[in-house]
């Protein structure tokens, strides 16, 4: 049994073998309908318990269906619902009920300490569908897509523009020691990376390079990734936030600026017209909707690796 919180938990050989899993499952799935359970159906007989503390589309489509290729089936769970740390229950009392219901747990939500302390007390794995730290299956998924664009990612470029301190460029750092890339950060001094993670790179000589200069960022890369400037529970000034964050926009002059055949990545949501233009985000570079039907593809490989 294994947790899937940060991709720093994880040694190198194991991503390259979720990532390598999740290639051959999608090749093998060619021609299936899109519900239709893989031919060797490794869930079948089993149930994830997903828990969303925060709204979610791709995390909650992209699960569900993940589950159902494999065989198994989902309960998905919402906090107001349930004995979640609330009332006359504690969430190791949760965390124990759930762990004689099910096989293994999802949990999306704001506090990455309450994901550690219910993962504490489970019997089962439990995955970080996203916290307010990490999102360790999105980046999963931007490996797989990168590699079936542009090969290998050992040794490519990966430059990252906006607010570098959120759940995603979190992870894209320590993906980058973990899979041995460059990663340029090009972001305002505001909104640094997290002191933490910067740590955790130096001590794993991590090829990072943060700048307050987009554009040095994004020379010669082979992909540019950005995210939403204003995240779900974001507690600050929103127009001024936005208005530190507009040199930092993705378009067609910065795009200019990274190879000629380089990608463009976006998580999702989007903010049309803010962190990236429309004629890039639904341009011949952009590969973010084979990216979101790439986290279904990567979780499965997740699911698999949690249970052994």
Avoid at 128 to 143: A, E, K, M
């Amino acid at each position: 049994m294994k947790n899937f919180i940060n991709i720093s938990d994880c040694s190198s050989e194991e991503l390259r073998a979720i990532i390598e899993e999740a290639k051959k499952r999608k090749q093998n799935r060619s021609g299936f309908n899109k519900s239709a359970p893989d031919k060797d159906k490794p869930f079948d007989g089993r149930t994830m318990a997903m828990i969303f503390e925060k709204p979610s589309t791709r995390t909650r489509m992209s699960f569900d269906i993940a589950v159902k290729q494999l065989g198994g089936s989902s309960i998905i769970l919402n906090p107001d619902g349930i004995h979640y740390g609330k009332g006359d229950e504690s969430l190791r009392d949760t965390a124990k009920v759930l762990s004689e219901y099910v096989d293994i747990v999802m949990l999306r939500t704001s506090s990455h300490k309450n994901l550690e302390e219910f993962g504490k007390h489970l019997n089962i794995p439990i995955i970080n569908g996203l916290s307010n730290l990490s999102h360790p299956c999105q980046i999963i998924s931007d490996i797989l897509t990168f590699e079936e664009s542009k090969g290998l990612i050992k040794g490519k470029t990966v430059a990252w523009v906006g607010d570098g301190n959120n759940n995603m460029s979190n992870s894209l750092i320590e993906a980058a020691g973990k899979f041995n890339f460059n990663l340029r950060i090009g972001c305002p001094k505001k909104f640094s990376p997290n002191k933490n993670v910067i740590k955790w790179a130096k001590k794993n000589k991590v090829n990072l390079l943060i700048t307050t200069k987009p554009y040095d960022a994004v020379e010669r890369s082979d992909c540019v990734m950005t995210d939403k400037w204003i995240s779900m529970n974001d507690k600050v000034n929103k127009s001024q936030k936005k208005k530190i964050l507009k040199p930092y926009q993705v378009n067609k002059i910065m795009m200019r600026k990274a190879n000629p055949d380089a990608i463009f990545m976006h998580c999702l949501p989007v903010g049309r017209g803010e962190e990236v233009t429309d004629d890039i985000i639904d341009g011949k570079q952009s590969v973010v909707w084979r990216q979101a039907l790439n986290r279904v593809h990567a979780q499965k490989s997740i699911i698999r690796w949690c249970l052994g």
